[in-house]
């Protein structure tokens, strides 16, 4: 080999071993490990979470659920909501809300998601599943994106409000029937340029969900809606999640979602359903009284 290609050669070699030390890897991070964040119930699952960076403000998430009782990882997952995990997110100022859902990797249970961040912060990302023989278990982990605001800029909840909007659609929603431990009815009213819309569809199965997020202790609740003339009295639950994916009839603008907030206090509230063949998420803000 001529001395010009041999040092082409190891040029290029060099630049490999380089590019390949500086690519990033799950098996280099460190895993994070999360808090049980469902109030109300007891704990059955712990979980790990390695973060890769994929850019600026995207991350690939590994997830990976483990038998509290056992230490065993856990492979077997019922769906919730059509999915078999649901991770959300929100930034330390709650004005930012992300929903994504993880593809399995293979028999070990592990997932992976993917995940893009609106702005630059420190975020509380949830993981929200059911493994199969213990019911729904929620994980939070504190996530850092990029270059953490400082606290002359630090992002502010929405404002509190009886309305909120996404594109030309608006929510009307009243949560005064809420009280700290007890299941309450928040009402939804949704517009499309002022009228009820009339353009609604199943998101996940079901016609609109909404994620409370405690601003002091952040304890999570995730909600569903159900037409407000079918509800009489019946409970929009978990439990019954899988009935409302056959449902074909058109979507009314009026719906009812039940909720138990854990206790008093303030909470961002974001509220998702399909309008125009979109996925749309309007945020509140509310207060929950004490119960009497």
Do not use: C
Request: net charge neutral.
């Amino acid at each position: 080999m001529s001395p010009m290609r041999t040092t082409q050669f190891l040029a290029i070699g060099a630049a490999a071993v380089l590019a390949a030390a500086a690519a990033p890897s799950f098996a280099a991070q460190a895993a994070l490990q999360g808090a049980f964040a469902l109030p109300g119930v007891t704990g059955k699952a712990t979980a790990e979470l390695v973060v890769r960076e994929t850019g600026p403000l995207t991350r690939e998430l590994l997830i990976a659920f483990s038998d509290k009782a056992t230490g065993r990882p856990i492979t077997q997952f019922d769906q919730e909501l059509t999915q078999e995990l649901h991770v959300l997110g929100t930034d330390s100022g709650f004005s930012s809300f992300v929903h994504e859902h993880a593809a399995r990797l293979g028999p070990d249970g592990r997932f992976r998601v993917a995940m893009r961040f609106p702005k630059p912060g420190t975020y509380h990302v949830y993981a929200d599943a059911v493994p199969s023989g213990l019911g729904q278990q929620v994980v939070r982990f504190t996530v850092p994106v990029g270059v953490a605001a400082s606290p002359a800029d630090s992002p502010r909840a929405p404002a509190a409000g009886p309305q909120g909007s996404d594109g030309p659609y608006t929510v009307e929603l009243d949560a005064s029937a809420l009280r700290a431990g007890t299941e309450g009815m928040v009402a939804l009213t949704i517009l499309k340029d002022g009228a009820p819309a009339k353009d609604l569809g199943l998101y996940l199965g079901v016609p609109a969900h909404a994620v409370f997020v405690n601003t002091d202790d952040l304890a999570y609740v995730h909600a569903h809606a159900m037409a407000a003339d079918a509800a009489h009295g019946g409970h929009a639950r978990h439990e019954s999640h899988g009935a409302h994916g056959a449902r074909k009839a058109a979507i009314p603008a009026r719906l009812v979602l039940h909720a138990t907030p854990p206790r008093a206090g303030r909470y961002a509230l974001w509220i998702q359903f399909m309008g125009g063949g979109r996925v749309r998420t309007v945020p509140f803000v509310i207060t929950v009284a004490a119960a009497p």
